[in-house]
């Protein structure tokens, strides 16, 4: 069993900053990709960034500029640093761990149970 927790939501004023931690344990062989989603009330879980086991990173549009996704492989752990934060960036943030159980080849989808972020003055 894979166990991911998210950590670091909380309120900030529009053009604050907050960083998030997310941190997976359990049996696990190995990770491939990490990342964060977001999802607004009365909206769909949406991607804001991911990043690979090598560190490849990727960003959604309305986030690049503003978020840096990190990520320690030594302690399966993942960062976003989110700068210039605005009203529309309000949602529960989701981490995503895709990780390999050991002995089985499949790759899975573990997730957090999201941390809040509200933007406002």
Not at 23 to 42: K, V
Not at 55 to 62: C, I, L, W
């Amino acid at each position: 069993q894979v166990h991911v927790v998210e950590s670091g939501g909380g309120l900030v004023q529009p053009g604050g900053s907050l960083t998030l931690s997310c941190a997976a344990s359990g049996s696990i062989f190995r990770i491939n990709n990490m990342g964060w989603y977001r999802q607004a009330p009365g909206n769909q879980r949406v991607l804001v960034a991911t990043v690979s086991a090598g560190g490849t990173t990727n960003y959604a549009d309305s986030v690049k500029g503003r978020f840096t996704i990190s990520r320690d492989n030594a302690k399966n752990t993942v960062y976003l640093q989110m700068n210039s934060l605005n009203p529309e960036d309000t949602a529960v943030y989701y981490c995503n761990a895709m990780a390999q159980l050991p002995g089985i080849s499949r790759v899975q989808a573990y997730w957090g149970q999201g941390t809040q972020v509200t933007v406002s003055s």
